[in-house]
């Protein structure tokens, strides 16, 4: 029997214990203890298995992700990400910031390249290879893929890793496309992160401009 991408992603996600990088896990149980009503544990990917658009965030915020459960949820990031993603179409429902909510992804999904809330929201490079397993086999198993969507530039280091791409042939860039496959394409965006819309260095336009784009070669590849 065919297995579907429900199954396969299934088989993929980090157990809710899990232990690969020690720095992380002892971080998690530090805030099990202070914060037990909190998720604190590798955040699961959101959106249908068989989604057309991936976007790649860094990792779980401590009182975002790591507190709801759901990526991008109870945090300034995830208030833009969703916004923008209801208002062109990738999404249906009111956004709580709850996990339990309603609010659902349209033919999106999302992840993160390290599943665990790192301290100082800063994983190591040594973090990201150890999860970067997860994020392969994340985008192996979406056999619908046609457009990822990579938040900052270790998002998208992490993305051509996984994908076995040279970083010096794909630069970051916010607003670059790479085409790596016929009906395959990587977009950068500088994160929407609190302190990047606070600066000006994101905008919503900015942001929007790149949806735009994405959503543009999403209908272009469906009619090819």
């Not at 457009?147 to 970083?167: E, K, S, T, Y």
Request: charged share 20%; proline share 6%; net charge positive.
């Amino acid at each position: 029997m065919k297995r579907s991408d429900a199954d396969r992603l299934s088989d993929v996600a980090p157990p809710p214990d899990c232990r690969l990088c020690g720095r992380l896990a002892a971080f998690r149980d530090e805030n099990s203890r202070s914060r037990p009503s909190w998720h604190n544990g590798p955040v699961p990917s959101f959106g249908a298995p068989d989604a057309r658009f991936l976007i790649v965030g860094l990792a779980p915020g401590l009182q975002g992700a790591n507190r709801t459960g759901r990526p991008f949820t109870g945090d300034a990031a995830g208030d833009l990400l969703y916004a923008t993603l209801s208002g062109f179409g990738f999404a249906s429902g009111n956004y709580d910031a709850r996990k339990d909510d309603g609010f659902e992804l349209v033919g999106c999904r999302i992840t993160n390249a390290v599943r665990c809330v790192p301290p100082q929201n800063r994983p190591t490079g040594a973090e990201a290879r150890k999860c970067r397993a997860f994020l392969r086999s994340e985008m192996a198993g979406l056999s619908n893929l046609a457009a990822i969507l990579a938040l900052g530039r270790i998002a998208h280091d992490n993305v051509l890793a996984a994908l076995d791409l040279p970083r010096g042939a794909y630069g970051f860039a916010h607003g670059a496309r790479h085409d790596i496959a016929p009906r395959l394409a990587i977009f950068d965006s500088y994160h929407c992160s609190r302190y990047n819309t606070n600066t000006g260095r994101l905008t919503a336009q900015m942001f929007g401009q790149v949806f735009d784009d994405i959503r543009n070669h999403l209908n272009a590849s469906a009619r090819s």
